[in-house]
């Protein structure tokens, strides 16, 4: 299983997200008029294991989780939630940051996160 279907189903399956963010759980970016709050994840990094043997072994992956919305409350919230379900699927997070884009005018609490992607 790819490191986004993990992702995906962690989120996805847990109600406490679902319950906030509804089906608005997208990969890689949001599409035009989504409804907020919204949750994004994608793929920033990979990092293939290789022996010395030249054997891979899968990769170190790093995913971001991006919970989008109109106000710094309903983020907080939905990032709570999504924190929660990726624990609650044993992807344990590994940062979270905040931002604001002012172009859209939305509010963002991203999780970073690593998963071992096995071939």
Do not use: H
């Not at 989504?34 to 990092?47: G, Q, S």
């Not at 940062?95 to 992607?117: C, N």
């Amino acid at each position: 299983m790819s490191a986004e279907a993990e992702v995906y189903a962690a989120l996805s399956g847990f109600s406490g997200l679902t319950a906030i963010v509804g089906t608005a759980i997208y990969p890689d970016v949001l599409p035009e008029k989504t409804p907020y709050p919204a949750v994004v994840f994608a793929r920033v990094r990979t990092e293939p294991v290789i022996s010395i043997s030249n054997v891979y072994f899968g990769a170190d992956v790093g995913l971001q989780v991006s919970c989008w919305g109109e106000s710094r409350t309903e983020v907080d919230a939905a990032a709570v939630q999504a924190d929660a379900a990726l624990k609650a699927s044993g992807i344990l997070p590994t940062g979270r940051q905040s931002g604001y884009d002012p172009d859209a005018g939305l509010y963002a609490a991203v999780i970073d996160t690593e998963i071992f992607e096995q071939p």
